[in-house]
């Protein structure tokens, strides 16, 4: 059994399997890869006979790039870059919905601090609340969309429908306005859902690509995956940000340029992407009687129980920080655009450079945690990066304190950058190593709800400290309580000899995914579970 990482840079990895579970037809399968790769290279060997060492590789080059035909996995592939520009198009969205708030509550028109509300609340407490809805969204309807994608035959329109939907909003975002700021806020919210709907869709797919080619491929496939989300969201920033210095354009005039550079990077990577992925039968047969909803909630109890009972000093530590470090984490970019347009006074190109600078430091902080977890091990790693994550949040807040720190923002924006660039990568690994055997690709949907279930949280608490009326930096400062909190779950966990130990022997499989016995009154309760 192969366990592979697939690191996308959005917050929101997985973890898929790259053999079947069964261990006879595992069995079957790994022989049948390994011949049909000895075949292939049999074949490669005779076609590169005339071919010199310069043309072989270029081949070479080529074939990975194209993921040797692998047709799913050239969609996969589509889709990271799709979401890469969704991700930075946000940033621009998010500073030209400040302006137009600021601007309607007339608090462009004074110098002082402005207390001003328009609709009941604060402009520059916008984008929290964006964010606040499409996490309260995601955390009550994840579970159902997730029923839909494994319980009918609808993943692939399930994926279909929410990249039209992201499209057609972006398309519609073109035209945003001091007069339609407001709908366009509100059509941001939901949109902030439905990109999580096209996660679930897409993940769905990479357990079929990691049987279909093995673990020694699909590990260079999950490179090539993280390397084109990566060149997709900076390819995006400077192509925005060189648009933004060559026409002059003010932060309203930018996002919306943003968001038709959007449409257009969608519809050259959604519509070849998702024609590249095949509709798929149910995963496992619908219980009758029972609702999606009822399936989806009903599951991820289970997973809790099974846990809690049978994995209390390892796993279940491990998800409860990832809830509360995650929902820390996703908040940050969320929070920092709010920080910088209103504290630092930074336009939208400023804020995209600090992003994009951010985006290269994550390649750094990567490598930085790899060499820590060498030297000690992958807690006690993410251990230390929590803690210096809280730190230097802390720093900067007290720091960043007006427009004339704005040269220092960009050092900030470097320390950030690797130290996301280390947070996810190691969070990653230790879900990796302490799953138990045999649940990979069960369990990675039920990450992905723990990553996602408490996101709505710290923007709430950073809304209501900004309408209480306090300094921002304290909003910022909040950050550090999920962090701290996810630590100290962490210190919790068992040594990481004891984590490794425990993930070999499966027990959830007999408590929570098991079939259970059929009802004697419907033999359609012969059931398979699943996420």
């Known amino acids: 059994?192969?366990?592979?990482?697939?690191?996308?840079?959005?917050?929101?990895?997985?973890?898929?399997?790259?053999?079947?579970?069964?261990?006879?037809?595992?069995?079957?399968?790994?022989?049948?890869?390994?011949?049909?790769?000895?075949?292939?290279?049999?074949?490669?060997?005779?076609?590169?006979?005339?071919?010199?060492?310069e043309e072989k590789e270029t081949n070479k080059c080529c074939s990975v790039l194209r993921f040797e035909g692998n047709v799913e996995a050239q969609g996969y592939s589509l889709m990271t870059v799709a979401r890469g520009g969704i991700i930075m198009s946000n940033i621009f969205l998010s500073t030209g919905l400040i302006k137009l708030a600021s601007d309607s509550a007339g608090c462009l028109e004074t110098e002082t601090e402005c207390n001003a509300q328009i609709y009941g609340f604060r402009p520059t407490s916008l984008i929290t609340m964006i964010a606040v809805v499409s996490g309260v969204l995601s955390a009550f309807l994840l579970p159902i969309i997730g029923a839909i994608v494994d319980y009918t035959p609808h993943r692939r329109m399930v994926g279909v429908f929410s990249?039209?939907?992201?499209?057609?909003?972006?398309?519609?975002?073109?035209?945003?306005?001091?007069?339609?700021?407001?709908?366009?806020?509100?059509?941001?919210?939901?949109?902030?859902?439905?990109?999580?709907?096209?996660?679930?869709?897409?993940?769905?797919?990479?357990?079929?690509?990691?049987?279909?080619?093995?673990?020694?491929?699909?590990?260079?496939?999950?490179?090539?995956?993280?390397?084109?989300?990566?060149?997709?969201?900076?390819?995006?920033?400077?192509?925005?940000?060189?648009?933004?210095?060559?026409?002059?354009?003010?932060?309203?005039?930018?996002?919306?340029?943003?968001?038709?550079?959007?449409?257009?990077?969608?519809?050259?990577?959604?519509?070849?992407?998702?024609?590249?992925?095949p509709s798929v039968p149910a995963l496992h047969p619908r219980p009758s009687g029972k609702s999606l909803a009822r399936i989806g909630f009903g599951q991820n109890w289970k997973t809790v129980v099974g846990i809690h009972r049978h994995y209390k000093s390892g796993l279940r530590w491990f998800?409860?920080?990832?809830?509360?470090?995650?929902?820390?984490?996703?908040?940050?970019?969320v929070v920092a655009v709010t920080f910088m347009v209103e504290v630092l006074e930074m336009t939208g190109t400023q804020v995209g450079i600090v992003f994009l600078v951010t985006l290269i430091s994550t390649i750094p902080g990567s490598k930085l945690g790899q060499l820590i977890a060498q030297k000690t091990n992958p807690i006690t790693s993410w251990k230390i990066n929590l803690i210096v994550f809280s730190a230097v949040t802390v720093a900067g807040s007290f720091i960043l304190t007006g427009p004339e720190r704005q040269t220092i923002c960009y050092v900030f924006g470097v320390s950030w950058g690797v130290l996301l660039g280390w947070f996810y990568p190691l969070e990653n690994v230790i879900f990796t190593m302490s799953v138990p055997r045999g649940q990979e690709a069960e369990l990675s949907g039920f990450y992905t709800y723990c990553r996602s279930i408490l996101t709505w949280l710290p923007p709430l608490v950073f809304?209501?400290?900004?309408?209480?009326?306090?300094?921002?930096?304290?909003?910022?400062?909040?950050?550090?309580?999920?962090?701290?909190?996810g630590l100290v779950l962490l210190q919790l966990m068992a040594p990481w000899e004891d984590v490794l130990e425990a993930a070999k022997v499966n027990r959830l499989k007999e408590v929570v995914f098991t079939k259970p016995k059929p009802s004697p009154n419907s033999a359609s309760n012969d059931l398979q579970q699943g996420v």
């Open 1 to 53: 059994m192969g366990k592979v990482v697939i690191p996308t840079g959005d917050g929101a990895n997985i973890v898929v399997v790259a053999t079947d579970a069964s261990d006879k037809d595992g069995d079957n399968e790994k022989n049948h890869l390994v011949n049909n790769e000895n075949n292939d290279n049999d074949d490669n060997d005779d076609n590169d006979d005339g071919a010199t060492a």
């Open 163 to 277: 990249a039209l939907f992201i499209t057609v909003v972006q398309g519609v975002q073109i035209w945003l306005t001091d007069a339609t700021w407001f709908p366009m806020a509100i059509l941001q919210a939901i949109n902030g859902f439905m990109y999580m709907v096209q996660v679930l869709a897409v993940y769905a797919y990479l357990p079929d690509i990691g049987r279909h080619v093995g673990p020694t491929k699909m590990t260079w496939y999950s490179a090539v995956f993280t390397m084109c989300q990566f060149s997709s969201q900076a390819t995006y920033l400077i192509i925005n940000i060189g648009f933004q210095f060559g026409f002059k354009l003010k932060d309203v005039a930018a996002a919306q340029v943003s968001q038709g550079f959007c449409v257009a990077w969608l519809f050259l990577t959604f519509v070849p992407g998702w024609n590249k992925m």
């Open 319 to 333: 998800f409860l920080c990832v809830v509360f470090a995650e929902a820390g984490a996703n908040a940050f970019t």
């Open 463 to 485: 809304t209501v400290m900004n309408e209480s009326g306090l300094h921002m930096k304290w909003g910022m400062l909040s950050l550090v309580i999920f962090l701290v909190i």
